[in-house]
């Protein structure tokens, strides 16, 4: 593994915090709602950067990144993302993006054509056109109530199928607590409306326009963003690849670290 660089880029009303590490072409990683750059699996970050220079960046107000506690809507995380983008001197990056981070980048790649080289959406959709989940389960995912530990169970139950979740509550329940017990209530409302917002906009019929290279992967079990989403998605991008992972959650390259790093690295790898 090479050796990992840190940093920060100062932007509109924010300081961004982002890391460097792998080897390769860059591959920006864009992270989920309430998510920092420390939660992507270690197994399925180390597999991606023993062929690529990962940048992984913290959305503004979380994690190793700070902001002035304004409200923001997707195109300006998509905004921040590009600043790192340009301060660190990279020309036609890859772009990776998770979830909520599924809809920065899709904002990246029509907003700034020029400055991406491909394009990987993992568990997302395009926005006003898309399968919802039930009231339940997005009032599950906003719930920040109780204990970290109890909000730590509530959140592996969302992103998992019950025995992959428990499981995983038992190894890293600890690691995850401690998470929670960092996140701030302000921020997390902040980007819960920016999501809100999306879902009456979105990229809509402007997905069509996307000219980048994209490979779209859900796992066939989730239940945060249905993976019927997924097809629409490959539908709407033109050239756009499409994998399904069997009993996979929403987090599912937690599931399966080492064959959806593969495959990206081989999408990647494609000229």
Request: hydrophobic share 45%; glycine share 8%.
């Amino acid at each position: 593994m090479a050796t990992q660089s840190a940093g920060t880029v100062h932007v509109n009303g924010a300081r961004i915090g982002y890391r460097r590490t792998g080897i390769g072409h860059p591959l920006l990683i864009l992270n989920g709602f309430a998510a920092t750059s420390t939660d992507w699996d270690p197994t399925f970050t180390d597999r991606l950067a023993s062929s690529n220079e990962l940048i992984l960046m913290d959305n503004r107000g979380i994690g190793s990144s700070s902001d002035n506690g304004k409200a923001f809507e997707i195109a300006q995380l998509a905004d921040d993302a590009a600043c790192v983008v340009e301060a660190l001197g990279v020309a036609g990056v890859n772009v990776l993006g998770w979830s909520m981070g599924g809809f920065i980048a899709q904002t990246f790649a029509l907003e700034y054509p020029h400055a991406i080289k491909k394009l990987i959406l993992l568990s997302t959709d395009s926005g006003a056109d898309a399968d919802r989940a039930a009231h339940a389960v997005w009032a599950q995912l906003l719930d920040i109530s109780g204990t970290p530990q109890e909000q730590a169970r509530r959140l592996l139950t969302l992103l998992f199928p019950s025995d992959v979740a428990e499981s995983l509550y038992q190894q890293y329940g600890d690691v995850i607590a401690a998470a929670r017990a960092r996140l701030h209530p302000d921020l997390v409302n902040r980007q819960a409306a920016a999501m809100d917002a999306w879902h009456r906009t979105g990229a809509g019929d402007r997905l069509r326009g996307i000219t980048a290279p994209v490979l779209i992967a859900a796992g066939s079990e989730d239940i945060v963003i249905p993976p019927s989403n997924a097809l629409k998605l490959v539908n709407a991008i033109p050239n756009a690849w499409l994998a399904q992972f069997p009993r996979g959650g929403h987090a599912f390259m937690a599931q399966y670290p080492q064959p959806l790093a593969d495959l990206i690295n081989s999408f990647l790898a494609l000229d």
